[in-house]
């Protein structure tokens, strides 16, 4: 009987300490901090930029919040390691519990293209190395390396739809004029406070704020991008020129320009020629001034060259009056 109560003791005090074994396992596998990444995705695609997010599960074993301080990461297909970056974000997992959390950062859609040499729609194979960082109760920040391969699709370029016409691309990139080119613009335009400026494709709205900050003159500015009128919109708040500068998304080819003056261009040589027959509406006396580029047909007043203190390039500037002189050849 003792000896049965000895082994049925013993039995008891090793099932004790197995189930504590396990217990303290469990404590010790779940104070731990856990993570995987679950999907990337685009999300989002404008004409310049799209949304990358990255889907990650995480799991967080304490009983407090669980704030992600910040994430870096690298993609990689075949050898050619496309994109690497640490963008800012701000999330927190709830107390013990596993949550889905997408971690998004923005990239310039067209050069992810052009580095990839992909096309929009295709599919290309990915690998990913990601390190997160979260901030643990007791133990500071922890870093946990998450790793991820599979297929990444490449969506179209949003289309956008202005005034019933669908475009998949602008005419011309964004690139903006010095300031002191724009300064000597408006110097030929030779302003005064009753010329009513437009700028065709605004960009970040430099030429309208300088007519209405320099010559107190109403300006409007044209873009067909969101972003480009938002900068603008931006730029006029900052100079404090809101009653003198309106800033309009419109597709520069479908504008009534006759209640213009003063027309400036950034564009490109086809694209001048292709506003000729809005150019002819503007009223006897109007002045366009195209940077660096000509109007293929229309014989100039001017041509200045000057170098910029800011590229230390040379530009030229183009000054027509109307009605334009017409020529076959230029
Ligand atoms: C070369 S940038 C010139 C920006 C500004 N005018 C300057 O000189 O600094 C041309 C601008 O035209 C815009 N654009 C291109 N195609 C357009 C279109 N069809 N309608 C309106 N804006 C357009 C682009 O978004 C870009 O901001």
């Keep these: 009987m003792t000896g049965m109560r000895r082994l049925f003791f013993s039995l008891a005090l090793a099932a004790f300490f197995l189930a504590s074994c396990q217990t303290n396992q469990q404590v010790l596998h779940s104070d731990k901090p856990t993570a995987r990444i679950v999907d990337i995705k685009f999300q989002d695609v404008q004409l310049d930029y799209a949304t990358l997010l990255f889907e990650i599960e995480v799991d967080n074993p304490y009983p407090a919040d669980l704030p992600l301080v910040s994430f870096n990461y690298s993609l990689t297909s075949g050898s050619n390691t496309f994109l690497t970056a640490a963008p ?15 971690l998004p950062d923005e990239v310039i859609y067209a050069r992810l293209l052009k580095s ?8 290309i194979p990915y690998r990913t190395e990601l390190q997160l960082w979260v901030d643990a109760p007791d133990s500071g920040q922890i870093k946990l390396a ?14 956008v739809t202005v005034e019933g016409r669908t475009y998949h691309s602008l005419d011309v990139p964004f690139v ?12 030929l335009a030779k302003l005064e406070k009753d010329d009513l400026v437009y700028d065709l494709g605004c960009g970040d709205g430099r030429i309208p704020v300088t007519a209405a900050k320099m010559y107190g003159c109403k300006a409007v500015g044209y873009d067909l991008d969101p ?5 603008s919109l931006e730029n006029v708040k900052k100079n404090d020129v ?7 998304q419109k597709d520069i080819f479908t504008l009534d320009l006759s209640k213009a003056n003063v027309i400036t261009l950034y564009l490109l040589p086809a ?8 150019l002819e509406k503007l009223k006897p006396g109007s ?14 007043d001017k041509v200045i060259k000057l170098t910029s203190s800011f590229d230390n390039l040379e530009h030229k500037i183009y000054l027509w009056t109307t009605p334009l002189k017409k020529r076959d050849n230029q």
């Design 176 to 187: 903006s004029t010095p300031q002191d080119v724009v300064d000597k613009m408006l110097q």
């Design 88 to 102: 800012a974000h701000a999330a927190a997992i709830a107390p013990n519990s596993k949550e889905l959390v997408s």
């Design 287 to 300: 002045r366009i001034l195209s940077h660096n580029f000509n109007m293929k047909g229309v014989k100039p």
């Design 116 to 123: 990839l040499n992909a096309k929009p729609s295709s599919t």
């Design 271 to 278: 694209l001048n020629v292709k506003l000729i027959p809005q």
């Design 227 to 231: 972003e480009r009128v938002k900068e």
């Design 146 to 159: 998450l790793r991820h391969e599979g297929l990444l699709s490449l969506p179209e370029e949003a289309e």
């Design 242 to 248: 809101e009653h003198l500068v309106t800033i309009e």
